[in-house]
């Protein structure tokens, strides 16, 4: 039986491991599902500060403030998936140890967990079109796909980071870098047109640019991604998961030895 279809005939056990993420995630908060927008809305604030008052980058034609919330929308579900999935074998050590099924299944649960946080943290970006008066058009619903590409990227890349962390607990702490890094790499707090040209080709290579472009095209600019842009996305976002499951799926067999 292959993975994908153990998963499905596990759906139930998909769906409990999910729920165990969300209500973990807001367990003894005082603030409760509130820290979804909370961030997101924190660093547009500091953003558009720094960027409108301190350093001036003009956006043309849309507010600077949601011009950075569509970004650091995408990006947030990305790298807190990224973050939570990279920690997911040795958090779950206990029930790995204990019972056997697809350890996928934990990657899947979180993200299905991270989704959540950026459905509840999307209402928030219809109330900041309201108060800027963006119109959406049909071109919104560009969205659902570019979500479902990010989502992939997140477990392409995880099925390596939390397969290596069983080897090596400080690949967490790696990614926490890389994540940061990666952030900047990509144009969420500054336009793309403000890259040089000579290298933009850079900014090109990496899979969430197309995304993130992708999303402000269809979310706030009411227009068509670039398709040959979110192309290096899912192409680059195919490989990395046809590559990580085969690596997990060789890494998978010492992990009860191991963890």
Known sequence: M????????RRYLLFQLSAREIKSRYKQSYLGI?????????LMTIFSII???VIRIEIKDY???IFVYSGLLLWGLFSRSLT???DSMVSNANLIRRVYFPRQM???????ARLVDFAIAFLIYFVLMIVYRVRPTSHFMWSVPIVGIVCCLALGVSLFTSALQVFRRDVSAVMRLVVQVWF???PIIYPLDRVPARWRWVSYLNPMTGAVEGFKDAVL???????????ISVATTAALLVLGSAFFARAERQFADLI
């Open 51 to 53: 960027f409108t008052k």
């Open 184 to 186: 900047y790499a990509t």
């Open 221 to 231: 600019r009411g227009r068509t991604p670039d398709l040959g842009l979110l192309g």
């Open 84 to 86: 939570l999935l990279t």
């Open 34 to 42: 509130a820290w979804a927008v909370i961030q997101p809305l924190a």
């Open 106 to 112: 934990f990657l899947l649960s979180g993200i299905a």
């Open 63 to 65: 507010p600077y403030p």
């Open 2 to 9: 292959s993975v994908l279809s153990e998963i499905l005939s």
